[in-house]
T-cell receptor, first 112, second 116 residues
Framework: GESVGLHLPTLSVQEGDNSIINCAYS??????FIWYKQESGKGPQFIID?????DKRQGQRVTVLLNKTVKHLSLQIAATQPGDSAVYFC???????????FGKGTTLSVSS | DAMVIQNPRYQVTQFGKPVTLSCSQT?????MYWYQQKSSQAPKLLFH???????NEADTPDNFQSRRPNTSFCFLDIRSPGLGDAAMYLC???????????????FGPGTRLTVL
């Protein structure tokens, strides 16, 4: 089940701040995790992924951290910009390995 | 540009009147997915096609059907839309199934369905 207290439905930050978005996943056997960004009126867009044999992966301005012990995933966005405002979803592969299960989204609002 | 295209972007139908949503892809991907996303919720997988093989999620209502006449096109048919079926419907593709080496899912812009 989902860890209580880790997920925040909304996050408001100032431009230039670092943002951290958290996610708890349910399937301890999942070996692949993805973060998606969804802007209003658009489909989800791939941001970054990580395999279960890693605990950290960095992209451009984004870092994903994986803690398999507590089944927790986080997305860190450095120097957050207004264009980062969107809903962010984490996703894991289902038990059959055939599709994604999305976690609850977090709405990130960035003010100038 | 190669992409996932959904038509129409907005669809209005009446309660109980069958409706079809369309998805096409120029990526030549083997797998196509349909997700339902209700307001302020995460996308929820309805079903997917791996090539011509249809895979229905256990909790997808019978009211929802799908067709994939060829690699490029996939349709979502809602036989008797209810008010609770109003949602964004997202189509996605991936080159292959996700269980092995991961293949990124590419999403279309979605079709927003309104049921009157």
């Amino acid at each position: 089940g989902e860890s209580v207290g880790l997920h925040l439905p909304t996050l408001s930050v100032q431009e230039g701040d670092n943002s951290i978005i958290n996610c708890a996943y349910s399937n301890s056997a999942s070996d692949y995790f993805i973060w998606y960004k969804q802007e209003s009126g658009k489909g989800p867009q791939f941001i970054i992924d990580i395999r279960s044999n890693m605990d950290k992966r960095q992209g451009q301005r984004v870092t994903v951290l994986l803690n398999k012990t507590v089944k927790h995933l986080s997305l860190q966005i450095a120097a957050t910009q207004p264009g980062d405002s969107a809903v962010y979803f984490c996703a894991e592969i289902n038990q059959a390995g055939t599709a994604l299960i999305f976690g609850k989204g977090t709405t990130l609002s960035v003010s100038s | 540009d190669a992409m996932v295209i959904q038509n129409p972007r907005y669809q209005v139908t009446q309660f109980g009147k069958p409706v079809t949503l369309s998805c096409s892809q120029t990526l030549n991907h083997n797998v196509m997915y349909w997700y339902q996303q209700k307001s302020s919720q995460a996308p929820k997988l309805l079903f997917h096609y791996y090539d011509k093989d249809f895979n229905n999620e256990a909790d997808t209502p019978d009211n929802f059907q799908s067709r994939r006449p060829n690699t490029s096109f996939c349709f979502l048919d809602i036989r008797s839309p209810g008010l609770g079926d109003a949602a964004m419907y997202l189509c996605a593709t991936s080159r292959d199934q996700l269980g092995g080496s991961y293949n990124e899912q590419f999403f279309g812009p979605g079709t927003r369905l309104t049921v009157l």
